[in-house]
């Protein structure tokens, strides 16, 4: 035994100070390239952000120090409130539409021969970019396109509707083709949540006489308490970053009715050159999206000690 090692109760070797000191930094060392990208892609752009969102500045020369103005000017302007409301639309339609369609489709195909290939249809459009479910939903939604021309074919009231033209009607609108992408995601998470489930909770609630909304009702639903808040926390965060369909189908249009608040930061750094407000609206979508996420965690901690 050397003089950095002693001998455990039960006759092992304990480790020295000096080989747990090795151990850690051994330990230090293979996270730390993790560490360091972590800082540079993320924590310093941050900080960098953050900076810019409290001064005017354009792209060019030095950033002027303006305080909290960016701030003050973003809950004054009009387009920027309305962008608001539009993101609180998303987050709301996100969850009503595609969670709850995706649940319908998931108990639907549970537990009939061959329920998968009865989601794989749905599951398709997940494949499909944002953009290029907005291209497809701008032909189908377009004044005088396919669903105009379809709603004419069949004599049925509707044709002409400005569905893309008018708010908060596109907003609607989008949030359709944001469920139709949707769905079939919702629809295989829940499936795979279903599956989970143990039968003897089932078979004794048929037994006691529960069937149909009361068996989901009291049995099903609390089951699948724990993935419902998967589900529904990546709907909200992706909700709020709402950016690819709302530009392929009105670039925010038309004027500035139907943005959201990443598409309004989007125009204020890149269109406008205004990098300050830019910034501001960043930092401002980064809390709520966190506050947003720590709350789902929160929950999904607290549904994992219930149980």
Same mark, same amino acid.
């Given at each position: 035994?050397t003089?950095?090692?002693?001998t *455990?109760?039960?006759g092992?070797?304990?480790r020295?100070?000096r080989?747990?000191?090795r151990?850690? @930094?051994s330990a230090?060392?293979f996270?730390a390239?993790?560490?360091?990208l !972590? ?6 752009p &941050? ?7 409290? !001064? ?6 030095d ?8 701030y003050?000017k $973003?809950?004054?302007d009009e =387009?920027?409130?309305? /962008? ?5 639309f998303?987050?709301?339609?996100t @969850? ?5 369609? =995706?649940?319908? #489709?998931?108990l639907? /195909?549970?537990g009939?021969k =061959?329920?998968?290939w009865?989601?794989?249809?749905? @599951?398709? +459009?997940?494949?499909?970019? =944002? ?10 939604l ?7 021309e379809?709603?004419? &074919?069949?004599?049925?009231?509707? /044709? ?8 908060p009607?596109?907003?609607f609108?989008? #949030? ?16 795979i949540g @279903?599956?989970?489930i143990p039968?003897? +909770? ?11 909304w ?7 639903w ?13 709907? #909200? ?9 709302v530009?392929? $189908?009105?670039?925010g249009g038309?004027?500035r ?6 598409? !309004? $930061? %989007?125009?204020q750094? &890149?269109? *406008?050159?205004? %990098?300050?407000l830019?910034?501001?609206l960043?930092i401002?979508l980064?809390?709520? !999206?966190?506050?947003? /996420?720590?709350l %789902?965690?929160?929950q ?8």
């Open positions: 035994m003089a950095h090692e002693n *455990t109760p039960k092992g070797v304990k020295g100070p080989r747990g000191l151990h850690h @930094l230090y060392g996270a390239p993790a560490i360091v !972590t800082v540079v892609l993320l924590y310093l &941050f900080l960098w952000t953050a900076y810019l969102s409290f !001064t005017s500045f354009n792209g060019f020369g950033p002027e120090w303006v305080g909290p103005e960016n003050v $973003m809950f004054q =387009g920027i409130t309305n /962008s608001m409301l539009n993101t609180l998303w987050v709301i339609g @969850l009503v539409i595609p969670v709850g369609l =995706g649940l319908v #489709i998931a639907l /195909s549970h009939i =061959g329920g998968v009865y989601r794989m249809p749905f @599951l398709v +459009p997940y494949a499909v970019s =944002g953009i290029a479910v907005g291209v497809i939903w701008t032909f189908i377009e004044s005088g396109g396919a669903l105009d379809a709603l004419n &074919f069949l004599h049925l009231p509707g /044709s002409g509707s400005r569905w893309l033209l008018d708010s009607l596109n907003t609108m989008m #949030i359709i083709a944001a469920a139709w992408q949707g769905s079939g995601v919702n629809a295989l998470l829940f499936g @279903l599956q989970s039968k003897e +909770p089932i078979e004794a609630a048929r037994l006691d006489g529960a069937t149909g009361k068996l989901f009702r009291h049995v099903t609390p089951l699948l308490t724990p993935l419902t808040t998967v589900v529904v926390g990546l709907s #909200i965060v992706g909700s709020l970053k709402t950016f690819d369909i530009w392929g $189908m009105t670039k038309p004027g009715d139907s943005e959201t608040l990443a598409l !309004t $930061m %989007y125009k750094t &890149f269109v *406008t050159n205004d %990098y300050g830019g910034a501001a960043a401002l980064t809390v709520i !999206t966190v506050g947003a /996420s720590v %789902y965690l929160r999904q901690i607290g549904s994992g000690k219930d149980h």
